[in-house]
């Protein structure tokens, strides 16, 4: 619940900037190289990025155990699948590694339906999407008769900070902006559709998600559950075997819409950095016949199936959101910079130009930031809550220059409530959320951005092009229009 409302804010966000940049691809990336620059911009594709990697890699990692979970319902396969098959993988090296043989065979067949096109990835998704609600309501009505509220006491039995640590992780099943961004090209009517699905997903998936973890840790303690198929385990433990296969076609489901969707997502976000030249121009390849940048998409189906071949999901987890925090923050930065008018120079006592609008905003902005950083490791290490006082009383005296020495201008299409104070809210949880997250989140989120520039310094800034129009900045052309070049029609 505590993502979901940190959530709130950036899905407003992310709506404002889907309807401004109705038929583009590239979500918060075309977000921010329109908001900041070029460097900026391509930092966030990176974290994200990432982010998109592991989380594919995790959810095959599920989904394979939830299909040995199926399949064992079967007499004769029953207690004979090897663990390295699926279950849960073979480890070794410490535990660091496991093989898991039956996520990458996963990754390799959506990658495939992906790679026939828009329609076709679009009607598996449909129908896996309506039978994983279906199942999911289902899995919920049954088990609120078997909750036993002795196992919600106590109800935080790792306190508080505990809870917002698990937000951190559990931030990242709220990705689906970006996703819903990034298909702007192939929406029909994107100016009133996009809006409309990040805002309405946002709601249903939030109250389902919360809706089940309720039962579900009603239904056994939560210690007792296991990492790869908890749902199916709580109603076999409860006396409800028949419920079991049901749980598990629906967590096939559900797994494999979440899957499918954050491959596409990934494909296309290389298509829009291959256009501008940032990564090799093959990513932007669009096939003859089946309209979509198949190159891109098996680069994205290959690296997940690497780290879903070796990785544990345990540990993948602890490097989860980090991508999905920053690059949600740099979009609720988006949303008032292109709010800011333009074209009217601050002046200091002297009378002599010092900032623009602009810059002033962007600085006030990175202000906020370290400010929500701040407070949420003041949390993180339980200081004395005088110092969260102070930094909250910081935080709102940083904020108010954007409210008396700016003007914002009203956006085209859906129009986020309350800017400045909206984005800003959604910024500020952001940073405190980065705060809480485990120490590897660190250390990726700073080791992999030193890495994104040094390739953006010997690679991306000499290749970069773009095609300049009055609108955006922006000129490409629709996935599902584009003509092949002479050398695409492979």
């Not at 002795?150 to 970006?178: E, K, L, M, Q, R």
């Not at 419920?243 to 969707?261: E, K, P, Q, R, Y």
């Not at 008032?336 to 002297?350: F, K, P, T």
Request: net charge negative; glycine share 8%; with cysteine.
């Amino acid at each position: 619940m505590l993502a979901g409302l940190a959530c709130v804010a950036n899905a407003l966000c992310y709506a404002e900037l889907a309807s401004r940049f109705p038929a583009l691809v590239g979500g918060a990336y075309l977000y921010a190289y329109s908001a900041f620059n070029e460097l900026v911009a391509f930092l966030v594709f990176c974290q994200l990025m990432l982010d998109y990697h592991i989380g594919a890699a995790s959810i095959s990692r599920s989904l394979a155990g939830y299909l040995v979970n199926l399949l064992e319902l079967i007499p004769a396969l029953t207690g004979k699948i090897p663990v390295w098959f699926g279950p849960g993988g073979k480890t070794f090296v410490g535990d660091i590694f496991s093989i898991n043989v039956l996520a990458p065979i996963i990754l390799i067949i959506l990658t495939a339906i992906l790679c026939q096109g828009v329609r076709e990835s679009a009607a598996v998704n449909a129908v896996m999407t309506v039978t994983k609600v279906l199942i999911v309501l289902v899995v919920i009505i049954l088990g609120a008769f078997e909750v036993d509220t002795s196992n919600w006491v106590p109800f935080a039995p790792n306190g508080v900070h505990a809870i917002v640590t698990g937000a951190t992780v559990a931030f990242f099943s709220y990705v689906g902006f970006d996703a819903v961004a990034n298909s702007a090209e192939e929406s029909s009517r994107p100016k009133r559709d996009l809006p409309i699905g990040i805002l309405v997903s946002l709601v249903a998936c939030a109250t389902l998600y919360v809706a089940v973890c309720l039962v579900i840790t009603g239904m056994v303690p939560y210690q007792d559950l296991a990492g790869d198929a908890p749902l199916a385990q709580a109603f076999t433990e409860s006396g409800l075997p028949f419920i079991t296969a049901l749980i598990s076609v629906g967590a096939v489901a559900g797994l494999t819409t979440t899957l499918l969707v954050g491959l596409y997502v990934q494909s296309r976000l290389y298509l829009g950095l291959g256009r501008d030249g940032l990564v090799p121009s093959l990513f932007s390849r669009i096939h003859a016949t089946h309209h979509t940048p198949v190159l891109a998409q098996i680069w994205c189906g290959l690296v997940a199936g690497i780290l879903a071949t070796f990785f544990d999901v345990s540990h993948l987890s602890h490097i989860l959101s980090v991508g999905t925090l920053s690059g949600y923050s740099v979009v609720c930065g988006c949303v008032i910079m292109l709010r800011v008018s333009e074209g009217e120079n601050l002046h200091g006592e002297s009378g002599k130009t010092t900032f623009t609008r602009s810059q002033e905003a962007a600085t006030y902005i990175v202000a906020i930031v370290l400010c929500g950083l701040a407070v949420g490791l003041f949390f993180r290490f339980s200081l004395h809550y005088a110092f969260i006082i102070v930094g909250l009383l910081i935080s709102i005296a940083t904020a108010v220059p954007m409210y008396i020495r700016q003007v914002y201008k009203d956006s085209p299409g859906f129009m986020c409530p309350a800017v400045p104070t909206i984005p800003l809210l959604g910024l500020y949880l952001n940073m405190f959320l980065f705060a809480q997250l485990h120490w590897e989140g660190w250390v990726r989120f700073v080791v992999f951005g030193l890495l994104s520039v040094a390739f953006y310094a010997l690679y991306g800034q000499h290749n970069a092009k773009h095609e300049v129009t009055e609108d955006n900045g922006y000129s490409y052309s629709a996935i599902n229009n584009q003509e092949p070049g002479p050398d695409e029609g492979w």
